[in-house]
């Protein structure tokens, strides 16, 4: 792009970025469109271009050594790329959420410093030479692993979402939070590398009525989940890197539990004990907590895994049209029941939908990125994606799951998004029907 005022940062602070959005992008849309689209800002390089014409710093002085930066950071001009929180949301500052910037990512890994974090207790700082895993209950003989006991046995590389069982909890009732940040960002995925549990089970013997396992983390919330014994076995991980490096503080350094497909919730953090039992536990986070009511006052009970869902990233509320004519859609699906099939895209409120191209890695229980290129002519549209998984699942209307969950529930909520494309290029979150 030759256009200076392309350059970045593009996205203004909260609340003010639709507005300056499409200022910035009326003046874009217009030129755009009297040379006929997207190629004619490209055609305009023969005029003299400042960005060409004039010396810049680094064109003129030695950049930094290498010492600068022992571990790098984004460019300065990245700097609006940052996890948000949403003040009137948690109780305190411990037991707190943030959320992924989706609207501001591509391709399908989250970088370790935007995964969304959602903690009961705050950030446990563990000394990993501290650190213990203990296995007992119902086992052959109880065991307590070092980190590098751990790091002893044969290891496996797998990327994987997490969503919290509350993403998009807030908009049950009805359209709330304006950005994909917000309604669609307590999801992230990353490349795990850590033990298949099976073995590490396997070390300790399980007794013939073994059937539940429970996690429990050494945070001081010492949050726990019942998990069955069979999924223990089939694919959990016990984690110690994400995308190549040790986990994050804030995602359970020095170890955490991968549950791939089920929901954030039971990927303890911190993970310092596995007990075997024959029933479940009913600890607080699945009874009281991540259980939903229904119309009629019986809760659905267990339900752990993901569904299929979509949304789409760009353009949503902090990601207006810039442009009038070429444009490209972008977005992303996953499910936990397996692969995304097939995204549907529509910009006219569902009258209308096309199939979106599904771009790089389709992998299992991951995210999936999508795009659909597309002509903007400058009216409004209600642009929706519905996600649909290898199983057949189809991703349902936000009425189509009130219809059977009624309206009390905070969890699962996996219906499809509206975002609304007003004329000027704003984008705001609503509900049809
Ligand atoms: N594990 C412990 N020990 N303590 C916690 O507070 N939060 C859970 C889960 N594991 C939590 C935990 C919840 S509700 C979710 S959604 C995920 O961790 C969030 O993982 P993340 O912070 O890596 O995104
Ligand atoms: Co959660």
New binding site residues.
Partial sequence: MTDKRLSPPRLPAEGEATRRGFLKGGLIGSAALAGGGLLSSAARAAEPDPAIMEKKDWNQFLGVGVDAAPYGQPSPYEAHVVRRDVEWLTASRESSVNFTPLHELDGFVTPNGL???????GV?EVDPAEHRLMINGLVDKPLVFTMDDIKRFPRQNHFYF?E???NSGMEWRGAQLNGCQYTHG?V?CVQYTGVPLKLILEEAGLKTNAKWLMAE???S?G?NRSIPLEKGLEDCLVAFKMNGEALRP???YPL?LVVPGW????????LRRIEVGDMPWHAREETSKYTDLMEDGRARRFTWIMDAKSVVTNPSPQAPLLHKGHNILSGLAWSGRGRIKRVDVTLDGGKNWVEADLQGHVLSRCLTRFYLPFQWTGDPLLIQSRAIDETGYVQPTKDELRAVRGENSIYHNNGIQTWHVRDNGEVENVEIS
């Fill in positions: 995964c969304f974090e959602r903690h009961h207790g446990a997490l919290c069982a509350a307590m992230h983390g050494a945070d919330a949050m804030e995602q359970g955490r929901e954030g919730n039971m990927w303890v953090k911190w």
